[in-house]
């Protein structure tokens, strides 16, 4: 199935179609943080409550990644990423209807089977599109689609939630699912089925040293970003009393230089490494977390999230690459691991947030989050010296 490029001839057109689908994951994901304000108010509930939109659906995201990676190994992947793009279509439809928090709660958990299909199997799937050589730009690029959501599909999603309400948001990411359902179905080929994992290829992953600290890096990185992230929408309201139109431009500007950072991520990470790619990422969000108290004006928060915004999508892709990398044959479980990593820590960052805005130390927030990232660089540094150590994984030992 793979056809024959090389590192300097275009991707194939169907990661395109890849790229968008993670865009409406990546929307529909960060469509409750950016209504956080909005859901809070018409369900009449506190944002540390409504919050438990974010951390439930993470949890269950962390846990059908790896789970759903054994179920639907032997699907064919066109067939798998359509479907999975129409359970996301009819579910945020769903979502939009429901008449009280604990039925919107129930159903925003369902609906994120999505995520945890679609993004790690999309992956997943890329080795048998590219060739080896074009393996990491290929992952990255499929990855821009959720900086594209930062820059585009949350700040609209943002906006329309302030002014029409929250459901004209959650209708958005319907129609975009459809779209994109459409688009997986006409431009994936048929028979594209990885390399189902087996047991011993599944006890390789777990017991593989560099791969698992690879994934608590994940962990803690997205712990650190999400205990402030999720909670920024009420976060800007109480310290800048900004509006519905302001904060869509902040996260409009967040996501755009998240985007430029993913974007020069995705051009260099064969040359310069994934592992140093991640070091840099992480360090630009540390520098963000080092100076927010600084950001005591609207402009100054402009400032302040820069660094943040550079590094936190570009470390989300380079650490998918970096798995793939280490270990190519295992790339089904490690990939699926790493999202729900990436969905573990949302879920801790959110519910910890959650904890210390009902303390009464939102203020407080970034301090907590400056934690979690100091640990996922020590992390980062020790997986880097553990993959020296230890040879890589051979297919013939796994499959």
Request: charged share 5%; aromatic share 12%.
């Amino acid at each position: 199935m793979t056809q024959q490029y090389t590192a300097q001839q275009p991707l194939p057109k169907v990661l395109w179609a890849l790229l968008f689908g993670n865009f409406v994951i990546g929307t529909g994901v960060m469509i409750v943080p950016g209504t956080l304000n909005v859901i809070s108010q018409s369900m009449s509930v506190s944002v540390a409550v409504a919050g438990q939109l974010i951390s439930a659906g993470a949890l269950l995201m962390c846990i059908g990644a790896p789970l759903f990676a054994s179920v639907v190994a032997g699907w064919d992947r066109r067939r798998l990423l359509a479907m999975a793009m129409l359970w996301y279509a009819v579910f945020h439809a769903v979502c939009a209807v429901m008449p009280d928090f604990a039925s919107l709660l129930i159903v925003r958990v369902i609906t994120m089977i999505s995520p945890a299909i679609f993004t790690p199997q999309a992956a997943a799937c890329i080795s048998l599109l590219v060739p080896e050589q074009q393996r990491g730009r290929a992952i990255t690029f499929v990855f821009l689609g959720w900086s594209v959501a930062s820059v585009l599909g949350m700040p609209i999603g943002t906006y329309l939630g302030g002014t029409l309400g929250w459901r004209s948001a959650f209708w958005l990411v319907a129609v975009l699912s459809v779209i994109s359902a459409v688009w997986v179905w006409r431009s994936m080929p048929s028979g594209v089925k990885p390399p189902a994992m087996s047991r011993a290829a599944w006890a390789a992953t777990l017991q593989s040293p560099a791969l698992m600290t690879c994934v608590l890096v994940t962990t803690l990185y997205a712990a650190g970003q999400f205990v402030l992230f999720a909670y920024l929408a009420p976060y800007y309201k109480a310290s800048l009393y900004i509006s519905a139109l302001e904060l869509s431009v902040l996260f409009m500007w967040f996501g755009a230089f998240g985007l430029l950072g993913n974007i020069w991520m995705s051009r260099h990470v064969d040359r310069l490494g994934a592992p140093r790619m991640v070091w840099m990422g992480l360090c630009g969000m540390i520098i963000s977390l080092l100076i927010w108290p600084l950001g005591t004006t609207l402009m100054l928060a402009f400032a302040v999230v820069l660094p943040w915004a550079l590094g936190g999508f570009a470390t989300n892709s380079a650490q998918q690459a970096r798995l793939v990398g280490l270990a190519p044959a295992l790339a089904s479980g490690s990939v699926s691991l790493n999202t729900s990593a990436m969905y573990a820590g949302q879920a801790i960052g959110a519910a910890v947030g959650g904890l210390l805005i009902n303390a009464g130390h939102m203020n407080d927030l970034h301090w907590y989050g400056l934690a979690g990232l100091l640990l996922a660089l020590v992390a980062s540094h020790w997986a880097t010296y553990l993959a020296k150590k230890t040879p890589p994984a051979r297919a013939d030992q796994t499959y």
